[in-house]
């Protein structure tokens, strides 16, 4: 018995001709383990998950690489991998240990895309909101990113904190926390686009502006980081967030490693990986309007956009006369109702035709076109092309078929005036 408990830790028996890899992540994200496990079963690779070894490898053990993502506190079971004498590989940068080759993130790229993504809803104030009492530099790119895009595009930009050095709150403390927030945004205009580096603080953000009585996302937009679904989806707001892109970031990080350990050389840099853009839930799905009635309008139209709606139900559904809400439509977004409503589902199909293998019918009745070819036809008249061109040539765009013709627009969706109507 005693022989038995003394060989629990043991590593388990490794396969002949197979290349053992030590994996010690502080935090499991499933997007970075399934790139990580993608290369390991194409390589066919052993992998040993500290996790189960008290973050030891152990004695039994001799690994052929090291592939790592551990916190700040984390430096001594770092130099023990560097000790191993085998290519170690960091994903990120939490640590800067010398004869490592990293695997990060493009915060800086990201933070470009949160400006976009508010500046092509005509968001023209927007806000970072930061943390100093988390001295953590490796977000100053995003900031940086951030600020420097919007600045870029026309946007004026501000910095905002609830918490700060000498005044550190539980974070239990949510009405206390709420009238921070209220303090810090008190002098800001609305419309405001908020961005933050995390999607937990993005969530916060919600909770701070339904408790001061601001409308998410009418009045503040909020913008997470990480695009973890579990936290996004099941927000009380469904929260946006950029997607840093961590299936990739696994994958390549695995992808070294196996270079590494096949005797090739180490980049000279860290190798940085871009962010896949802004996956769009509710916390952002607005245009930006000094008229709170017609954004509510409109985040009407948005969520039925696959029923037969007229311009009547969207009136009744913000308690408005049709004719102030088309006189509103005018005023803040230089279109009809109807026109706006067929915008944005061909803004909504555009983005099935890329993420999906839907057929153009089965798109035609999700955005609420009653016909397909009444869809073909709006779709053509929008876009100068067709939705199976449209489609094929995204694909040839990201990396698919091959001969697909001249590139359709990409850009924001612009009906022709007078395409009204619905069918």
Avoid at 50 to 74: A, I, N, T, W
Avoid at 245 to 271: C, H, T, V, W, Y
Wanted: contains cysteine; aromatic residues 6%.
């Amino acid at each position: 018995m005693r022989k038995k408990l003394a060989n629990a830790n043991a590593a388990p028996p490794v396969s002949a001709g197979r290349r053992t890899v030590v994996l010690a992540l502080h935090l499991d994200i499933a997007a970075l383990v399934g790139g990580i496990y993608e290369v390991a079963a194409r390589a066919g690779w052993t992998v040993l998950n500290l996790r189960y070894f008290e973050m030891k490898v152990p004695q039994d053990c001799r690994p052929d690489g090291v592939l790592f993502r551990l916190g700040p506190d984390d430096g001594p079971v770092v130099r023990r991998f560097l000790r191993l004498g085998v290519p170690v590989v960091q994903i990120d940068d939490l640590l800067r240990p010398k004869r490592c080759c990293c695997v990060v993130e493009d915060r800086r790229a990201g933070g470009r895309a949160a400006a976009e993504h508010f500046a092509e809803r005509g968001f023209r104030n927007m806000a970072y909101l930061h943390s100093d009492n988390y001295p953590d530099t490796r977000f100053s790119p995003l900031c940086q990113g951030f600020v420097e895009r919007a600045r870029a595009l026309g946007a004026q930009t501000h910095l905002i904190a609830v918490q700060r050095p000498g005044r550190i709150f539980p974070w239990n403390r949510t009405k206390l926390l709420a009238e921070v927030f209220r303090k810090e945004i008190s002098g800001l205009p609305l419309p405001l686009g908020i961005f933050t580096y995390h999607d937990a603080m993005a969530i916060r953000i919600c909770q701070f502006c339904r408790a001061v009585g601001l409308s998410v996302p009418e009045q503040v937009a909020v913008l997470g980081r990480g695009n973890d679904s579990y936290q996004c989806d099941f927000a009380r707001m469904p929260l946006s967030s950029v997607d840093p892109n961590f299936e990739a970031q696994g994958r390549d990080a695995a992808e070294l490693l196996e270079g590494l350990m096949a005797g090739r050389a180490a980049p000279a840099k860290s190798i940085l990986i871009p962010p896949t853009g802004v996956v769009t839930r509710r916390s952002t799905d607005v245009l930006a309007l000094p008229d709170v009635d017609t954004a509510r309008a409109l985040r009407h139209m948005w969520e039925h956009l696959a029923e037969p709606l007229g311009v009547r139900d969207i009136a009744d559904a913000v308690a408005m006369s049709r004719r102030k809400l088309e006189r509103h439509f005018r005023a803040h977004l230089g279109r009809s109702v109807n026109e706006e409503l067929n915008r944005k589902r061909i803004e909504r199909s555009r983005e099935l035709l890329t993420g999906t293998k839907l057929s153009a019918n089965d798109i035609a009745r999700q955005v609420g076109f009653r016909t397909e070819t009444y869809f073909f036809r709006i779709f053509r008249q929008a876009m100068g092309t067709t939705p199976k061109k449209y489609r094929l040539a995204q694909t040839t765009r990201l990396g698919g078929a091959e001969d697909a013709g001249p590139t359709p627009p990409v850009g924001p969706v612009s009906l022709p005036p007078g395409q009204a109507g619905r069918k």
